[in-house]
Every structure is written in C-alpha cells, then in structure tokens.
C-alpha cells in the first residue's frame, strides 16, 4: 500500500530551538515529495518539494527538509524556530500525479 | 495574482439534504483537485480534474457526491444526500498541469452534518 506516514501528532519547542518534523512515505518509483502547511482557518500553503538532485532542500520561512532515499524519509527541518510557525504541518507525495497526504503534525513553539 | 476562491467558506445543513461547493482556480491552471479533510486527518483526494476532464475519482463516493468542470475553468462539488460522517473541511486546489507538482489551495468550506 502507499502511504505517507507522519509518526508524530505534536512537536513542542522552545523559540530559538531547532526543529524537526518527520515524514517517511512508502511508494512504487521515485516519488515527488512535499512539505505544506495550514494556519487555522486557512487552506494549506506549500512550503518546499524534492524532484531530485541535492539531498537538502531549501524552502519558504527559513525551513528546509533532508531526502533520504535509504530510509524513505523528508524530514522538515530549521535551525531557530519562532512562534509564529506554530501551525499544522503535512508532508505529501505525489507519485504518478497522485498526491497522498500524511495526517498532520502540529507544531507549537513556545516563548 | 488572485488565488484560488472557495464558497461558502461555512455551511450547516440537516443529514439527508444537499449542499453544492463553488471553486474557482487560478487563471490559467490547467488542474484542480478537491479533497476531503476530516478533523485530526490529512486532506483525502476526492476527484482530480485536467482541464474539463476527469483523471482520478477513485475516492469520490459516487453515490451522493458528483463534481464537474464544464468549462475547464470552474468547478462544483455536490453531495446529496448528506450523512453525518460528511461533516469535513473540502478543500479546492490548482495547479498549472498535472506535472508540476506544486498545488494552490483554497481556504476551503467548512460542512457541519446535523
């Protein structure tokens, strides 16, 4: 079955922390992969993508998420959070033009 | 640039009755998709248009809902009869075709199920 797999419903972190959001997908071929993420209320704002090439990709608001080919996973990753990127985060592959959404990790950062 | 415009943003109906949600994407987006998003889960992919086109509604429960895109541009989910386990977030997106991997959301409309 393909799936993406999202094993963390809630992230705490201190502002100034680094942060991390794990992500790890099983799926046929050599997929598309995404990080969004959803303010209340809002619908979901796309924040980075792999295709492929570099392993490290960079994205909007400072994040960045790692490929890993040998794990199956894309991390979301930044070096200092801020309380302001509290919010919803979703990681999404799009294998063959279908794209399957994880089921969400919250992220609260705390003053 | 205008982005992608989703109505009602609420609605609350009575189970069995209807409801019909308006979309209309980005200029020029060749694709649109609309999802269910159920509290506490991921957005499911419901039906996924190119142009005019149906490419995938393999998770549209096809007994009660029904989309179209007539003209490639606008596009209409519809559910009837409503039951109470469709009480969700649908959330519209675009995006300029099928192979550029980036989706442009709506803000979606809430559907509360009585």
């Known amino acids: 079955a393909q799936s993406v797999a999202q094993p963390e419903d809630q992230v705490n972190v201190a502002e100034g922390n680094p942060l991390t959001v794990k992500c790890t997908y099983s799926?046929?071929?050599?997929?598309?992969l995404f990080w969004y993420v959803q303010y209340p209320n809002r619908g979901l704002q796309f924040l980075l993508k792999?295709?492929?090439?570099?392993?490290l990709v960079k994205g909007s608001y400072g994040f960045e998420a790692e490929f890993n080919k040998s794990q199956t996973s894309f991390h979301l990753k930044k070096p200092s959070a801020l309380v302001s990127d509290s919010a919803l985060y979703f990681c999404?592959?799009?294998?063959?033009?279908?794209?399957?959404f994880g089921s969400g990790t919250k992220l609260n950062v705390k003053p | 640039e205008a982005g992608v415009a989703q109505s009602p943003r609420y609605k609350i109906i009575e189970k069995r009755q209807s409801v019909a949600f308006w979309c209309n994407p980005i200029?020029?987006?060749?694709?649109l998709y609309w999802y269910q998003q159920i509290l506490g889960q991921g957005p499911k992919l419901l039906i996924q248009?190119?142009?005019?086109?149906?490419?995938?509604d393999s998770q549209l429960p096809k007994d009660r809902f029904s989309a179209e895109r007539l003209k490639g541009v606008d596009s209409t989910l519809k559910i009837q009869p409503a039951k109470l386990e469709d009480s969700a977030v649908y959330l519209c997106?675009?995006?300029?075709?099928?192979?550029?991997?980036?989706?442009?959301f709506g803000e979606g409309s809430r559907l509360t199920v009585l």
């Open positions: 248009f190119q142009n005019n086109g149906v490419v995938d």
């Open positions: 999404a592959v799009d294998n063959f033009n279908k794209f399957y």
């Open positions: 997106a675009s995006s300029l075709d099928r192979f550029s991997g980036e989706l442009f």
């Open positions: 792999y295709i492929t090439g570099d392993n």
């Open positions: 200029s020029g987006h060749a694709t």
């Open positions: 799926v046929s071929g050599n997929p598309y």
